[in-house]
Protein backbone atom coordinates (compact mmCIF):
# COMPACT_ATOMS: atom_id res chain seq x y z
CA UNK A 1 0.00 0.00 0.00
CA UNK A 2 1.49 3.50 -0.91
CA UNK A 3 1.72 6.05 2.11
CA UNK A 4 0.41 8.67 -0.67
CA UNK A 5 -3.27 7.63 -1.92
CA UNK A 6 -3.92 4.78 0.71
CA UNK A 7 -4.58 2.23 -1.49
CA UNK A 8 -3.73 -1.06 -1.84
CA UNK A 9 -0.69 -1.95 -3.62
CA UNK A 10 -0.73 -4.20 -6.16
CA UNK A 11 0.56 -6.79 -4.46
CA UNK A 12 -1.47 -6.12 -1.65
CA UNK A 13 -4.64 -6.75 -3.90
CA UNK A 14 -2.90 -10.15 -5.75
CA UNK A 15 -2.36 -11.50 -1.83
CA UNK A 16 -6.03 -10.40 -0.82
CA UNK A 17 -6.95 -12.03 -4.10
CA UNK A 18 -5.08 -15.49 -3.31
CA UNK A 19 -6.30 -15.41 0.19
CA UNK A 20 -9.99 -15.06 -0.76
CA UNK A 21 -9.28 -18.02 -3.38
CA UNK A 22 -7.54 -20.26 -0.59
CA UNK A 23 -10.79 -19.61 1.38
CA UNK A 24 -12.79 -20.74 -1.22
CA UNK A 25 -10.60 -23.74 -1.93
CA UNK A 26 -10.80 -24.71 1.76
CA UNK A 27 -7.40 -24.21 2.14
CA UNK A 28 -8.00 -21.12 4.12
CA UNK A 29 -10.30 -20.95 6.98
CA UNK A 30 -12.71 -18.68 7.81
CA UNK A 31 -11.02 -17.23 10.96
CA UNK A 32 -7.80 -17.03 9.31
CA UNK A 33 -9.17 -14.78 6.49
CA UNK A 34 -10.60 -12.52 8.80
CA UNK A 35 -7.36 -11.56 10.50
CA UNK A 36 -6.80 -9.57 7.02
CA UNK A 37 -6.70 -6.19 8.46
CA UNK A 38 -8.08 -3.37 7.10
CA UNK A 39 -4.24 -1.67 6.32
CA UNK A 40 -4.22 -4.91 3.81
CA UNK A 41 -7.82 -3.78 2.00
CA UNK A 42 -7.35 0.21 1.83
CA UNK A 43 -7.96 3.00 4.16
CA UNK A 44 -12.49 3.48 4.92
CA UNK A 45 -13.78 6.38 5.60
CA UNK A 46 -15.10 6.26 9.65
CA UNK A 47 -18.49 6.60 10.04
CA UNK A 48 -19.06 10.30 11.20
CA UNK A 49 -20.00 10.17 14.88
CA UNK A 50 -22.72 13.04 15.91
CA UNK A 51 -22.19 14.25 19.57
CA UNK A 52 -24.97 13.36 22.02
CA UNK A 53 -25.71 15.72 24.63
CA UNK A 54 -27.35 14.41 28.19
CA UNK A 55 -30.94 14.96 26.89
CA UNK A 56 -30.31 12.99 23.68
CA UNK A 57 -28.98 10.31 25.70
CA UNK A 58 -31.62 10.58 28.29
CA UNK A 59 -34.05 10.53 25.24
CA UNK A 60 -32.33 7.10 24.10
CA UNK A 61 -33.19 5.72 27.21
CA UNK A 62 -36.29 6.67 27.87
CA UNK A 63 -37.60 5.74 24.36
CA UNK A 64 -35.95 2.09 24.66
CA UNK A 65 -38.34 2.02 28.22
CA UNK A 66 -34.95 1.12 30.16
CA UNK A 67 -34.44 2.28 33.42
CA UNK A 68 -30.49 3.55 34.16
CA UNK A 69 -29.51 0.45 35.27
CA UNK A 70 -30.98 -1.58 32.59
CA UNK A 71 -29.64 1.24 29.92
CA UNK A 72 -26.06 0.73 31.89
CA UNK A 73 -26.03 -2.91 31.80
CA UNK A 74 -26.75 -3.23 28.59
CA UNK A 75 -24.36 -0.94 27.12
CA UNK A 76 -21.79 -2.52 30.18
CA UNK A 77 -21.33 0.47 31.84
CA UNK A 78 -21.75 1.99 35.51
CA UNK A 79 -24.96 3.57 36.41
CA UNK A 80 -23.20 6.16 37.92
CA UNK A 81 -21.40 6.76 34.31
CA UNK A 82 -25.01 7.11 32.74
CA UNK A 83 -26.15 9.35 35.37
CA UNK A 84 -22.84 11.63 34.60
CA UNK A 85 -23.56 11.34 31.06
CA UNK A 86 -27.61 12.45 31.21
CA UNK A 87 -26.36 15.12 33.56
CA UNK A 88 -23.89 16.41 31.03
CA UNK A 89 -21.19 15.99 33.86
CA UNK A 90 -19.12 13.61 31.54
CA UNK A 91 -18.99 13.58 27.40
CA UNK A 92 -19.69 10.27 25.81
CA UNK A 93 -16.25 9.19 23.81
CA UNK A 94 -15.03 6.59 21.66
CA UNK A 95 -16.41 2.98 21.70
CA UNK A 96 -19.61 4.21 23.97
CA UNK A 97 -20.34 7.13 21.37
CA UNK A 98 -20.06 4.61 18.96
CA UNK A 99 -22.70 2.63 20.29
CA UNK A 100 -24.93 5.80 21.41
CA UNK A 101 -25.45 6.47 18.06
CA UNK A 102 -26.11 3.31 16.53
CA UNK A 103 -28.79 3.10 19.06
CA UNK A 104 -29.77 6.48 17.78
CA UNK A 105 -29.78 5.42 14.60
CA UNK A 106 -30.85 1.88 14.40
CA UNK A 107 -32.86 1.56 17.46
CA UNK A 108 -31.89 -0.24 20.97
CA UNK A 109 -33.06 -3.74 19.13
CA UNK A 110 -29.76 -3.09 17.29
CA UNK A 111 -27.44 -4.21 20.02
CA UNK A 112 -29.80 -6.63 22.00
Given at each position: ??????????LA????????????????????????????????????????????????????????????????????????????????????????????????????
Open positions: MTKKNKTPSGKAMLETAKDMGQAGLLDKEAYEKITMRHLGVKERAKLEPLSGDDIRALREKAHMSQAVFAHVLNLTVGYVSQLERGLKRPAGAVLALLNVIRTKGIDAIL
